[in-house]
């Protein structure tokens, strides 16, 4: 096919394949397939926009899925020190697949724990609104309630994680089980179950054998049905490294909550047999070195990182984290990054300095015309392109390879900037209620959609004269070289 054979977008066909939606990177693509077969670790080096991301997702799209579930269980003789439990995905068709069926007592979300209530999908682990654990999306801050660390709906590949993944199974959990004590010394085990209607039945340990009691008393850390790719970029410590929730009454028998119940995985052990992605890395140097130790162990403990948190003397030991690292930042910033993680990636892996431009051949001109198709069915609220259009955006491409990176007879592969002119082509066709984005539309895109300090300079001819205008003192030209008397 070439740009003739079009009428408009809508006849450029999108692969399948998230690795086929990544446009030029040759030399990077070799490297990602490699990765998938062999489990090496990455580090892209490149500026903004050259698709480092969206590399690292299609490589996460592209491995086997998960195989363990990974659970955390009450200790009987240690409660501090809960047990660990490594599941298989044949173990878990094994279990009884049939829950209890007494008769419990019935309660609202708001009437059950704060912790039981976000584990069941009905309150946002973010503000703490209370919402129906089918709606995805919290009202009350707009956060996905399911999905903080993974790619969720912000992935470029959001059709294909639905198609790859059974993603609804990895939301939230259907039933919670936990521990008390009452003063007698006596544990009772609670199972917290959503049933129709919006409401939580409430099962008591009286409703199980006594086999059954033990193997109950555990929480899920990192679930089966999950998508393998977790993007930690600016991370905290605590959301990298796991934690174990504060509680003011500690594990007090008859109020407190049990220890097991407050671990909380990080971000190395959610991406345990898929992809822990960071963006940016040197900007969390402080805590490569913990990186280091998580590749080279493929587990890592959970303890409670605050000394001043009932949580601190908890320690869940020997997590498994068995996951790809893929590392990205810009060419400035590789020496920040500490040398013992980049010798471990080199060991193990491969160091890939991104690509700017590709060749401009027919070919190629069509890639770009595919970005544009990609780029309209990703933003879901603007028409398709006119072939007038992306022809607009194949000439502006290469216009792009020679201003910015000297490249003649090149296509630029700063692909995010020419994505934001054709949202705001777009946006331009939608507000002029017309049914396709038209080459006029693209023009003023690329003459409107500017970084700020061009428009600066535009105004005022420099950006220091804008300074001088912003902060009402003006400049020493604006007073025929006086300034102010």
């Known amino acids: ?160 994680i639905t198609e790859v993944f059974d993603y609804s199974l990895s939301r939230p959990e259907k039933e919670v089980q936990i521990t008390r004590t009452d003063k007698n010394g006596k544990e009772t085990m609670l199972i917290y179950r959503k049933i129709e209607g919006g409401r ?20 899920v850390l990192v679930p ?98 068995d996951y790809i690292f893929v590392g990205a930042c810009n060419i400035g910033d590789v020496e920040k990054i500490i040398q013992p993680l980049r010798s471990r990636i080199l060991g193990e892996g491969y160091e890939i300095l991104l690509d700017t431009t590709m060749p401009d051949t027919d070919e190629n001109r069509l890639k770009i015309a595919q970005f544009v198709a990609q780029e309209i069915e990703r933003d879901k609220r603007i028409p398709p392109a006119s072939k007038e259009a992306v022809e607009e955006i194949v000439k502006e491409a290469k216009n792009r390879a020679q201003a910015i990176d000297n490249a003649r007879g090149c296509l630029t592969l700063r692909l995010r900037d020419l994505g934001g002119i054709i949202r705001y082509a777009g946006d331009l066709a939608k507000l002029e209620e017309s049914t396709l984005i038209e080459k006029k539309h693209i023009i003023r895109g690329v003459l409107e959609a500017r970084p700020v300090e061009y428009q600066i300079r535009e105004s005022y001819g420099s950006l220091w004269k804008g300074i001088g205008k912003d902060s009402g003192l003006g400049t020493g030209e604006d007073f025929g070289g006086k300034g102010y008397r």
């Open 200 to 219: 939580i039945q409430v099962i008591d340990r009286a409703s199980f054998d006594a086999p059954k009691k033990v193997e109950r008393k555990r929480k």
């Open 1 to 160: 096919m070439f740009l003739d054979d079009i009428a408009d977008s809508r006849d450029i066909q999108i692969p399948k394949n998230a690795i086929e939606r990544i446009i030029g990177q040759v030399r990077a693509v070799e490297k990602v397939k490699i990765a998938i077969r062999q489990r090496r670790h990455l580090l892209f080096v490149g500026p903004p926009g050259v698709g480092k991301s969206m590399l690292a997702q299609a490589l996460a799209l592209n491995l086997p899925k998960p195989t363990h579930e990974v659970r955390v269980m009450h200790n009987e003789n240690e409660p501090e020190r809960p047990l660990l439990e490594v599941v298989s995905k044949e173990q878990m068709e094994n279990e009884s697949a049939c829950g209890p069926t007494t008769r419990g007592m019935m309660l609202s979300p708001k009437e059950v724990p704060f912790f039981v209530a976000e584990q069941l999908g009905f309150r946002c682990t973010t503000c703490g609104t209370l919402s129906s654990d089918r709606e995805m999306i919290c009202p009350g801050c707009g956060v996905n309630k399911y999905a903080t660390r993974s790619m969720g709906d912000r992935s470029p590949f959001s059709d294909i």
């Open 224 to 321: 089966l049905n999950r998508i393998p790719f977790v993007q930690a970029t600016g991370a905290s410590e605590t959301e990298l490294l796991g934690d174990v929730r504060h509680d003011p009454f500690g594990s007090h028998p008859e109020i407190g909550t049990p220890a097991y119940m407050r671990v909380i995985p990080g971000a190395v052990h959610e991406a345990h047999e898929g992809v822990l992605f960071i963006d940016e890395l040197p900007q969390i140097q402080h805590l490569q070195n913990f990186i280091l130790t998580a590749m080279q162990e493929k587990k890592f403990p959970i303890t409670g990182r605050n000394p001043q948190s009932a949580g601190a003397s908890v320690k869940v030991n020997n997590v498994p984290c």
